[in-house]
T-cell receptor
């Protein structure tokens, strides 16, 4: 079936470095994508979203890039901080649907 | 804004009992609410989608008679795990989509950890 997957299950970076978390999706009918951050024992927290008619969107310290040609999504975090340590999930939504399909998640660890 | 709460945050119950979990959107009205379960080190798995005033739509493999969902108002949805068993122990998370504004985004609650003994 359709799925959303991640290339790297874990990522360790040094404090102050930039982080890049990748996500591959297979459903060409998806038109809306979201990145969530989940800290241990908590619910997912919305970070940033992007629609399929865009290829880049920036937020505060975060940028999401969408490459529809290769069905690839990435989240870039600038000047990564220890508080950024968490599991990051990408999620996709099918056109005209309401349900989100979540990827497997990437554990980001920021070393001081 | 866009705050979703869940109650209780954790619950321990005996096998065979029923447990009710509440999900509330505190500062917005939610047309649609979603219920997920998450096992350790795994992703979120959608259990059901509920729209205010109508029956929930369950995902394949989720027993509707075991996981009862009620969405009586635009700010409250409840999930009742009936006759709970140890294999139902999990982290249950709800989310809500705003009735106005960015209706595509889902805002998540903090989760409820259920342990069935």
């Amino acid at each position: 079936g359709e799925s959303v997957g991640l290339h790297l299950p874990t990522l360790s970076v040094q404090e102050g470095d930039n982080s890049i978390i990748n996500c591959a999706y297979s459903n060409s009918a998806s038109d809306y994508f979201i990145w969530y951050k989940q800290e241990s024992g908590k619910g997912p927290q919305f970070i940033i979203d992007i629609r399929s008619n865009m290829d880049k969107r920036q937020g505060q310290r975060v940028t999401v890039l969408l490459n529809k040609t290769v069905k690839h999504l990435s989240l870039q975090i600038a000047a990564t901080q220890p508080g950024d340590s968490a599991v990051y999930f990408c999620a996709e939504r099918e056109t005209s649907g309401s349900r989100l399909t979540f990827g497997e998640g990437t554990q980001l660890t920021v070393n001081p | 804004g866009a705050v979703v709460s869940q109650h209780p945050s954790w619950v321990i119950c005996k096998s065979g009992t029923s447990v009710k979990i509440e999900c509330r959107s505190l500062d917005f009205q939610a047309t649609t609410m979603f219920w997920y379960r998450q096992f350790p080190k795994q992703s979120l798995m959608l259990m059901a989608t509920s729209n205010e005033g109508s029956k929930a739509t369950y995902e394949q493999g989720v027993e509707k008679d075991k996981f009862l969902i009620n969405h009586a108002s635009l700010t409250l949805s409840t999930l009742t795990v009936t006759s709970a068993h140890p294999e139902d122990s999990s982290f249950y998370i709800c989310s809500a989509s705003p009735a106005s504004g960015n209706q595509e985004t889902q805002y998540f609650g903090p989760g409820t950890r259920l342990l069935v003994l």
